[in-house]
Structure formats: C-alpha cells, structure tokens
C-alpha cells in the first residue's frame, strides 16, 4: 500500500565532502531555506514532548508551545512543501482525558502551520494513549506508510512496538524495547522495491545506534534500505541531541529536541532542502546543526 513521500538521485552523498556548520541561534544562522530555490523543500521538527506540567531535569514541557509558535513563524516565511514531525509530539500523562488534552492543544497550534502535514509516531505518543486514539487525534490514518512530493518518495516508519510485535500503549511498554516488526518490514521491503525515486526516510527510534536510543532490530531495517540502493537519508529523532552516522553509503540525521532547555535559545528546529540535481541542505535553527550533503553521482 503506498499507506502516500519523495526520493533523490542515488545515494552517493560522501559524508567526508559534506558541509557541516556549528549550530548558532535563529538570527545568525545563514537561511539558505531563503536563497531562491528549486526541487523541494521540508520543515522538521522533534521531540517536542509538550504537556501542562512542571518542568523535570532538562525538559521545559510547556515552554514547547511558544518555541512551536517561533518555529512556525520562520516557516511561515519559507513556506515548505510539507512539515514533518519525528515523534513525541506530547510527553507521557497518567489519564487518557489528560494525555488527550495535551495532543489537542499542541497540534492545534501544529497543524496551523502547514495544511501537508506528517506525524510519526514517537513512544511518548502512546505511552498512555492507544495508536488508534493518537492518530485519531492528529487526523493521520496510519502510523507508516509512504508517499511522494517532487520526484523524491518518503517513508515514515513506525517502531513502537514490543519484541513480540504488539503495539505500544495503555502503559504496556518499556521505551528500550523499540522493534519495527514482521508486517512492517514486509510492507517496506514491497514498498522500497515498487518505487523508481529515490527515498527519505522518517523515524523516531534511532536506525544507526545499538544503544538504549536504538532500534533493536534495527540492521534488518537498515539492510533493507541499503540493499533497495534508492535510500539517500534517514531524519530521526529520540536521543535530543545533533548526531550523524555514515552507513552503508546512508545518512543517519539524528535532530535536536524541541523540549531540552529554557528559553527561546534552546529551541531547535530544520529545514531540508532537496535540489533537482540529488543535493541535500539542512537548515539548522537555534541548537539544530546545519549539514550539506553533495549528490556525486
């Protein structure tokens, strides 16, 4: 089922030739979203964990809503083709009425910003509710699927499942238990081979550690992705911090959280430009890290 996103040239990015610039605030990083453009463009945020709660640690919950509304200002200038958000839209609450409440609030304020829009499904965001009631909530049928935007195909993945396939929610899992199951990789064996794009792929869990933050069974998934030859990159989120791994001729784009940090300069949000010729640029504000990667082919 193409259960509808956009794919490149091949993938042939070289990570030793890529640009990457230190992160720096909204004000001062250069908005290469804003030079005249062509083939596509996307907005991506992560981890925005928002809830009406105190802050814990590092995690500023309600202070999400005005970074959000930041966010939305600078796409409101760039205007991207769709708008993309990598999981934990909402944090964990002990009620479905409260965690329900949360979902209402923030993607009243989400889904303002662009009418294309696309939900991947974080462990935060079924901690308590059901897959069914969070998706309901957003207006988004299904948890992965694919669809495609300028002559790129898009791949959102699901892994919110435990190691014997069942489907998180109703406080039923543990966060370091993360699998992308037997139906799941089936589909997107099907899917990878079907289409003739080149291929962006969207998670939550990480793909490229072996860590807490990783996907357990996540070299099943990346040997589908590199064995299809189309997949030029993969955004994910999860661990709240800049990181990036090379693998199997792949990048790994792991973003910042939205919800670490006080202030307005601790937000983080991107903005990825496709070329028509297969380069990718992504525009980092506040704490995201900008990176280049040159299509070579």
Known sequence: MNRDPVRLGRRTFLQGSSVVLAASSAAAVPSFASEQRSGLQFALVTDLHYADKPAAGSRFYRETLGKLQEAGQRFEQDKPDF????????????????????????????????????????????????????????????????????GVHFVVLDACFRSDGKPYGRKNSVWTDANVPAEELKWLAADLAATD?????????????????????????????????????????????????????????????????????????????????????????????????????
């Open 83 to 150: 708008l993309v958000e990598l999981g934990d839209l909402i944090d964990a609450a002990d009620a479905v009425e409260t965690e329900l409440s949360y979902l209402q609030t923030i993607n009243q304020a989400f889904s303002a910003i662009c009418p294309d829009r696309h939900y991947v499904l974080g462990n935060h965001c079924v901690d308590m509710l059901t897959k069914p009631e969070f998706l309901g909530g957003v207006k988004q049928a299904e948890s992965y699927y694919s669809f495609d935007r300028a």
């Open 197 to 297: 794009k080149q291929v962006i792929v969207f998670a939550h869990q990480r793909l490229d550690v072996s860590n807490n933050h990783g996907v357990k069974n996540n070299a099943q998934v990346r040997k589908l992705l590199e064995d299809s030859g189309k997949v030029l990159a993969v955004f994910q989120g999860h661990s709240h911090h800049n990181d990036l791994n090379d693998i199997g001729g792949i990048h790994y784009c792991t973003l910042v959280a939205m919800v670490e940090g006080s202030g307005e300069s601790s937000n983080g949000y991107s903005l990825v430009n496709v070329s028509d010729s297969g380069d990718i640029q992504l525009t980092g504000f506040r704490k995201q890290q900008n990176y280049r990667w040159m299509n070579h082919r």
